[in-house]
């Protein structure tokens, strides 16, 4: 029999409760993970753990269901100044003993946002996938919880965290979300509990943790997304023809697209990713709604107007502090009538030359300077105006001739 096997079977005939024997045959099978278990099956295991290493303890203790007593093994360590308990535990025996203290604005009580159902099911829909994974939980043991928990501290053994069913005293300092709908998941999260801080104190840390972290850029979520994505031509191929016009050596764009880092080969990048991908968006959501149209196809016409835009505003292309071509305001609204040039054509019929021919009447009464014709617009209406003001200026030379 496998010493494994050697100290169940002991600790059961040790046992006084008759579900210790139920509980030890689900042991065998069970793979991993934290007990939840009586005071008096740990005082029954003490002769058997010179049999059982302290993860298969944790194991065997995990399946026996017997009272109250959640013990969770797990080490002693400081954060910063403060004592911290580190482990790890199943979903759903966290979201059970935690709780979240909310700002009552009538009482002035409490501190955290309100709960967002959606924002906890997009994190249950992401933690079940099998590659998933996430930074540790953070929770207070507050000093007027101090009856509902206790360290308790075995010689030659971790530290064991123990709490009691149906007396919540984890305090969420942060991760509400992340738990708000795992209470029926089993998945393994690690967390970290500091130790008797009080009321202030764990405000204090939800406020640093929340006001001074700075959320990603969204054109390097965007960069992540598009590299983690395994069919990015089906799932954003918006995100693919903006990547490719800043990796593509024959683009006018190429490493002039920010993707949310550092570089030291293209320094003076000039729109944003999100920028692009968004823009593109927009065109391939009319022309491909208009009827299917390969996305290469899609990326040949893009390619050759912003070819033909660079080659008729040399200048201003090649001066971007002080003109407003390659910004998101000349971007937008480029792209903009990009989409109407190419509604009122054949796909076939938008080359490189065809722009240059379009884009002819725009050399003359147009200043993209910083003051120029286009000073005062900004923003989406902003955009908005610049593209109408090129669409009449276009389509006026052509009625002329």
């Not at 995990?62 to 954060?79: E, F, K, N, R, S």
């Not at 992401?126 to 590659?131: A, G, L, N, T």
């Not at 953070?138 to 009856?147: A, G, H, I, S």
Request: glycine letters at 6%.
């Amino acid at each position: 029999m496998l010493a494994r096997e050697r100290a169940i079977s002991y600790a059961c005939r040790k046992s006084k409760s008759t579900r210790a024997p139920a509980a030890a045959q689900a042991a065998v099978s069970f793979p991993s993970g934290y007990c939840e278990t009586s005071m008096e099956t740990v005082a029954t295991l003490q002769d058997a753990k010179k049999w059982l290493t302290w993860e298969e303890y944790a194991v065997f203790c995990c399946t026996m269901h017997l009272h109250t007593a959640v013990d969770i093994p797990g080490i002693l360590g400081y954060c910063g100044a403060f004592k911290v308990f580190l482990a790890s535990a199943p979903a759903s025996l966290l979201t059970s003993l935690s709780i979240t203290d909310v700002l009552d604005e009538d009482t002035g009580k409490g501190y955290q946002r309100p709960y967002n159902k959606w924002h906890s099911l997009d994190f249950r829909r992401y933690i079940v996938q099998p590659s998933a994974s996430t930074i540790p939980l953070v929770f207070n043991l507050r000093p007027e919880f101090r009856k509902r928990w206790r360290l308790l501290h075995h010689q030659g053994g971790p530290p064991i965290l123990r709490l009691h069913r149906g007396q919540p005293c984890l305090a969420v300092v942060d991760g509400q979300h992340r738990l708000g709908q795992l209470s029926d998941l089993t998945v393994p999260l690690a967390f970290m509990a500091y130790i008797g801080l009080d009321v202030r104190s764990e405000m204090s840390l939800f406020s640093t943790i929340n006001s001074k972290s700075r959320g990603l850029a969204s054109s390097l979520t965007d960069y992540l997304y598009s590299s983690l994505t395994d069919d990015l031509l089906q799932e954003a191929p918006h995100l693919l023809l903006a990547r490719r016009l800043n990796e593509d050596p024959s683009s006018p764009w190429f490493k002039l697209i920010r993707y949310g880092g550092t570089s030291t080969s293209s320094p003076h990048r000039r729109v944003s990713l999100r920028m692009m991908q968004k823009s593109i968006g927009r065109f391939l959501k009319k022309i491909r709604g208009a009827g299917a149209k390969p996305v290469d196809d899609c990326y040949r016409v893009i390619l050759a107007f912003w070819t033909a835009v660079r080659d008729t505003f040399p200048d201003e292309w090649q001066d971007p502090r002080r003109h407003i071509l390659t910004k998101g305001l000349g971007l937008y609204s480029l792209m903009l009538l990009l989409t109407d040039l190419a509604e009122s054509r054949q796909f076939s019929e938008l080359t490189q030359l065809e722009f240059y021919r379009l884009l002819e009447p725009l050399r003359t009464g147009i200043d993209w300077g910083s003051r120029g014709t286009f000073a005062q617009a900004g923003g989406h209406k902003g955009a908005v105006q610049v593209y109408l003001t090129l669409k009449e200026k276009i389509f006026d030379a052509r009625s002329s001739r």
